[in-house]
C-alpha cells in the first residue's frame, strides 16, 4: 500500500466529515501547515496530510475523536506512524506528547486557524484581509510564552 498523499487524505476528510465549517478548518489547516513545511524545509505533503486528517472524525466520534481516527487510519491506510502521532498529540487529553515538530506545528496550528478564523468573521466583511493584528488580552502574569518551545 502507497502512503497516504493529499488527494487520499481530502478524498477521507470528505467522505467522514459533513459539515461545511468544520471541513473549512481542516483546509484552512492544512494551508498553514504546508506554510510551515516549506519555511523549516520539511515534507510538505506529510504537514498537508496531518492538516487535513486531524479532525476527521470528529463530528461522527466526537467522544472518541481522535482516537477512533488514529485507529481507522492504521487499520485502513498507510498513513505514517509520524502523522498518527501527530493528530493524537494535537488534543491535548490523549496524553501523547509532542516530540517531533509535525506534532508541535499541527498542535499550534489547529488553534492558531481557529482564532484567526473568527477575528475574521466578527469582521463586518468577514475576510480575513481586513485583519491587521490579533490582540488577545492577558492578565499580568497570567501568560506565559516560551518561544524557544516553538522549534
Known amino acids: ?9 481530502h478524498a477521507l476528510m470528505l467522505e467522514h466529515t ?7 478548518h481542516m483546509l484552512n489547516v492544512e494551508t498553514a501547515m504546508r506554510w510551515y513545511a516549506r519555511h523549516w524545509g520539511e515534507d510538505e505533503e506529510t504537514y ?3 492538516g ?3 479532525d ?22 498507510d498513513t505514517s506512524p509520524e502523522i498518527l502521532d501527530a493528530i493524537l498529540g494535537h488534543a491535548a487529553f490523549t496524553g501523547t ?3 517531533t515538530r509535525l506534532a508541535k506545528t ?26 491587521e493584528l490579533i490582540r488577545i488580552p492577558i492578565e499580568s502574569g497570567s501568560f506565559r510564552f516560551n518561544p524557544s518551545g516553538c522549534e
Open 52 to 54: 487535513l486528517l486531524h
Open 97 to 99: 506528547p509532542r516530540t
Open 48 to 50: 498537508a496530510v496531518a
Open 106 to 131: 499541527l498542535f499550534a496550528v489547529d488553534e492558531l486557524t481557529g482564532l484567526i478564523q473568527a477575528a475574521a468573521l466578527i469582521r463586518p466583511d468577514r475576510d480575513v484581509k481586513g485583519v
Open 56 to 77: 476527521f472524525d470528529y463530528e461522527r466520534h466526537p467522544d472518541e475523536h481522535p482516537t477512533w481516527g488514529v485507529t481507522y487510519l492504521r487499520e485502513h491506510t
Open 1 to 9: 500500500m502507497a502512503a497516504m498523499n493529499r488527494d487520499q487524505a
Open 18 to 24: 459533513p459539515s461545511e465549517s468544520l471541513r473549512r
